[in-house]
DNA sequence: ATTTGATGCGCAATCGATTGCATTATTGTG
DNA sequence: CACAATAATGCAATCGATTGCGCATCAAAT
């Protein structure tokens, strides 16, 4: 029993294929009873459409390619999970790929996305990354290509992100409100974009409370649990040690966190901690971990219909840049006027 | 600048395109100083080929389905991490989606996946299916499926899973072993038949050890926080409560932990505690969860060649059932012997 | 010198749907 | 009733690569 074609829907019905390719794309000039009988036999026989057919004649394969650094964290399978809502209402697949951040599999990735010759890609960009060849390589196809978060600014690309600047800012100022005076940051490679913006709003916080910025309380590292356990570690060891940690990501704060409870200090009240990403451990870890919330999910939404809207007018582009207002998510880690539980999940 | 096709290159080198598809395929029957021609002239004019093309002709898309329930835990996006590295070893991509452990867009997945003409799929159950007529559209047009962890036993399909009945009777004989002897057990839904087994080695382990098995201290839930937290709750509320618990889940043990910190109980001298899944986070709450490992590596690996035998010989069709023993991480949690810190991550 | 076999390549059909243009059916209008 | 206008369908090319079969060439073997 191979697969039934249009062709064999034709021959039942004594009319041409073309007829019923026109019939099951509802085509207006296709009579309201031809069409039914087409669904009808086409339903009967068991009907499915050779998308690749489809794609090869028609030039589109109603696919969307995404490339994330990897899919365990929350914030980007919420942001996949979102896309994919979106892109399907339009009939459009989704192919996902994770790019581990490393530069070659990024690569790769767009090769595959390439050769599978999807219709757009939504992508956020690996740490590694340095040189954006292989995006190109996708716009110069004309292919729409929309940068989420990690993003950085190439020609004929959208992108969405939120304001980082403003989530660090916030976060400090949080702390600042909360008594602290003495806050360490732990900064992420400032050759990400995002990583500066959160440095940035950190020290400008300060700055507006009048707060000395000192660089002995500042640690560059790729922000994992390592790097913020050995750097919790190098702070404890100061003379005069922080009484609040800002890291610009949760796995950082919670390596602090850690080291903080094998030295026997007390969170909040000897040292307030705030991490960046909501990822979902922070919210059950004891005590729950303040940290920015990125809206994951209208960053999928904005970026899936930013797609659609780009192909739907592959002739006028209109680059967009998308800027989100982050949450700060205030729980434990950095509440110490216990009096007021404002935790606050969305 | 439209794409390059292979008559290009055929009418470049006065040769025709089945000589030049020939040359980049490595057919025998071109000679080497063909083959050298035509593959210069293609990196010359950028040539990639049109897998859209091939696939129609062919008949196959060098394509392979993933339908996991979501990829944000890391069981499931470390399997598809090691799928994706066997699959693309042998040039096959690979299209993720997620099921939301919803049967409906597993559903739907599924369709899609058909649509897409994948030439295989691997999957891992959604919690809620019932009904597997999907996957039996599947194998009924004959592509290849592989299940793996959340498994049934369907006609024509492979199965990868672990030994979760060892895994819970190790578990359980572990917290014996620690001088528990009141263990209480959150089981998961037993018609999922990974929780019916774990239920079941956590019952043959207290046998074997002559502890008699108590009613009161079982439950059943989704093994969510919320459940864990539910069901502690509850086991804290009777006369004798008890001093262990073995979650079907990292995620219920992770409610439980909460709840016994909260009530002030001591982990592990009050209540032992130990997951399922070797969730990332098991690793950094304090104390470390306990956990059984389900080798997503080595899982993912054998899903993707098995997969790999069955395309190549499609006539011959050899059903698979592979079991693997998992591996108990024993941590902070469980451990009341603390002389010997046995740590061990693979 | 002829046969045999291997080697290298071309011809043309094919995969299944799409689509511009041509053609036929249908309806309405004067 | 004729003729235009419109609606509905058919024709045939096309997307780009694959592949069974056939023909030619050439070296080795008889």
Chains 1, 2 share one sequence.
Do not use: W
């Amino acid at each position: 029993m191979s697969k039934t074609t249009i062709y064999d829907i034709a021959s039942e019905l004594n009319i041409t294929p073309s007829t019923v390719s026109r019939a099951l794309s509802n085509h207006p000039r296709i009579s309201a009873r031809t069409k039914k009988a087409v669904r009808e036999v086409a339903t009967r026989l068991n009907y499915r459409q050779n998308s690749i057919a489809a794609a090869l004649r028609s030039g589109k394969t109603n696919m969307l390619g995404i490339v994330v650094p990897t899919t365990d964290r929350s914030f980007f399978s919420s942001v996949i999970r979102s896309i994919e809502q979106v892109a399907t209402a339009s009939e459009y697949n989704v192919m996902i790929t994770q790019s581990n951040d490393q530069e070659k599999m990024e690569r790769s990735n767009i090769e595959a996305l390439l050769r599978a010759q999807v219709d757009g890609v939504i992508a956020s960009i690996s740490r590694e990354t340095s040189d954006y060849s292989h995006f190109r390589k996708l716009t110069d196809n004309g292919i729409p290509l929309v940068l989420f978060d990690r993003v950085a600014d190439l020609n004929h690309t959208s992108i969405v992100r939120i304001d980082d600047y403003r989530g660090a800012y916030e976060a400090t100022a949080h702390l600042i409100a909360q008594g602290c005076s003495r806050i360490a940051h732990f900064a992420g490679q400032q050759k990400l974009d995002i990583y500066q913006q959160r440095f940035r709003g950190y020290k400008d916080a300060l700055q507006d409370h009048r707060i000395a910025f000192d660089e002995a309380l500042l640690h560059y590292s790729n922000v994992k649990i390592e790097d913020g356990r050995a750097g919790m570690n190098t702070l404890l060891r100061l003379k005069s040690p922080p009484d609040a940690v800002f890291a610009a990501s949760d796995y950082a704060a919670i390596g602090a966190m850690q080291v903080l409870k094998e030295k026997g200090k007390r969170i909040p009240e000897d040292v307030a901690l705030i991490g960046f990403m909501n990822e979902t451990f922070t919210s059950f870890v004891d005590p729950g971990l303040t940290t920015v919330d990125q809206l994951s999910k209208k960053m999928g939404e904005i970026a899936a219909s930013t797609f659609l809207e780009q192909v739907e007018c592959p002739d006028e582009f209109v680059s967009k840049k998308i800027i989100l207002s982050p949450k700060l998510i205030v729980r434990g880690s950095s509440l110490k006027a216990d009096s007021s539980s404002m935790e606050s999940n969305s």
